[in-house]
């Protein structure tokens, strides 16, 4: 939940903790994704009929829906080569296809596969990288697909691919007094649905640890707020902190060692850091505004945060181990919700001109740009790697996630339908 004002809203109790049925997964739709598009052609691999995922298709859609690739329809394919050696430039070429995937999956005999690739130069005819990735199981088929992707999306394009990732969000459904939400994880295309929370009541601001085997996350229990941690690994839900007022934002540090948090059960509400392994807790502002929203530069050296100290709400940053704020933003009435990027260099927030609308601004120059259109855009964060920017917007069907590249030319909606979707989280890349 990303505007100020929200932090005052009393919400109820946190329960039903099991599992559910999976539903239908997100329905993706990408724009502005053909100008500039590299050309490039996915061959279909050559792969053992014990596997019905089809590894080249699921490479093409993460490609393309980026936004930063155009894919060679498989009909318009004069020759699906498998290896180097069958491999033959000239078509490719005359199609004005620079760069072509080739590859095959095998039975390792040990019960278990091994999918290898070519990314190939069709200019020159030759390859470009070649890996081998070991499959345990046919259930891990996408994930390798997933790890392909990445690494073709970061040799052409220079920056890390984002596909072998994971999205938490919360999904709200109903009306009134029958209204439920419910956490969600799944792949970044959204496939393999999760719903490991269940609950009456509000779930919110879900959290990854930087290992990725937990999540910090809000929810309520009987009229009070409070900091859960979800593990994983084991399905476990552990209560962390639950204090008079507000238990709100959770944010890990990048190596996972402390967690920032907003309470305001002394005054009014300020940003906390927890040490994880002795859970003791600093209070690191102390003022008479509302200061929350807390996020960790990628060095752990700084916090931004939102704070109203100067009459409206602002961005600001400070030392993570405290001391005075600078104020980041002074375009616009109200900016609010900030993180950083992952390079450090850049922030992205909310900003309330014009309707609600994500914003990025560069650290070094101040310069701000509009990069969504709203009029309800919510919890912008950068994916791995920085190349786009993940958050949730109203559409004509409801609340729906979206991204944005960072020039804003490519944008992509994600909508589950029956639902509200919102609170958006992107996991780390693990590498």
Not at 89 to 117: C, E, L, M
Not at 244 to 254: D, E, H, L, R, V
């Amino acid at each position: 939940m990303t505007m100020l004002k929200r932090i005052l809203i009393v919400l109820a109790a946190l329960c039903g903790m099991a599992s559910v049925p999976a539903q239908a997964q997100l329905e993706i739709t990408v724009s502005g994704g053909d100008v500039g598009a590299l050309p490039i052609a996915i061959v279909p691999f050559a792969q053992t009929s014990a596997m019905s995922t089809d590894i080249a298709q699921v490479i093409e859609n993460d490609l393309v829906r980026s936004g930063r690739f155009r894919a060679l329809p498989r009909d318009q394919m004069k020759q699906r080569p498998s290896e180097m050696a069958a491999f033959d430039p000239t078509p490719w070429r005359a199609q004005n296809i620079d760069n072509v995937v080739i590859g095959k999956v095998w039975d390792d005999g040990k019960g278990g596969f091994v999918a290898r690739f070519f990314l190939v130069d069709s200019l020159s005819g030759k390859q470009i990288i070649a890996y081998d990735y070991p499959i345990r199981d046919l259930s891990q088929s996408r994930y390798a697909a997933h790890w392909i992707a990445d690494k073709i999306y970061e040799q052409l394009l220079g920056v890390p691919g984002y596909f072998n990732t994971k999205i938490a969000y919360v999904v709200g459904k109903g009306l009134g007094f029958q209204r439920t939400y419910q956490l969600v994880i799944t792949d970044s295309d959204g496939e393999n649905p999760q719903y490991p929370i269940n609950s009456r009541e509000t779930i919110m601001s879900p959290a990854w640890s930087p290992d990725r085997k937990q999540i910090a996350l809000v929810a309520y229990e009987h009229g009070r707020s409070a900091i859960y941690l979800y593990s994983t690994e084991t399905g476990k839900v552990t209560k962390l902190i639950s204090e008079k007022g507000i238990n709100g934002s959770p944010a890990w540090s990048p190596d996972g060692s402390k967690l920032a948090f907003v309470l305001s059960f002394e005054t009014n509400p300020d940003i906390y850091v927890m040490d994880m392994a002795t859970r003791k807790r600093t209070r690191l502002t102390d003022h008479y505004g509302i200061d929350t929203e807390p996020a960790w530069s990628p060095d752990g050296s700084k916090i931004v945060f939102t704070s109203d100290r100067g009459g409206k709400p602002q961005v600001y940053e400070m030392s993570s181990s405290g001391g005075e704020p600078r104020r980041l933003t002074f375009q616009g009435s109200q900016n609010q919700r900030p993180s950083y990027s992952p390079d450090g260099k850049s922030i992205v927030f909310v900003n309330t001109d014009g309707g609600q609308r994500i914003a990025m601004q560069d650290l070094a120059t101040g310069q701000m740009r509009i990069l969504s259109d709203g009029p309800l855009d919510e919890g912008p964060a950068f994916a791995p790697g920085g190349a786009v920017i993940i958050y949730s917007s109203q559409g004509p069907k409801g609340r729906q996630l979206a991204t944005v590249s960072v020039d804003g030319r490519v944008r992509l909606t994600m909508r589950q339908a029956g639902g509200d979707v919102q609170e958006p989280a992107w996991s780390p890349l693990l590498r």
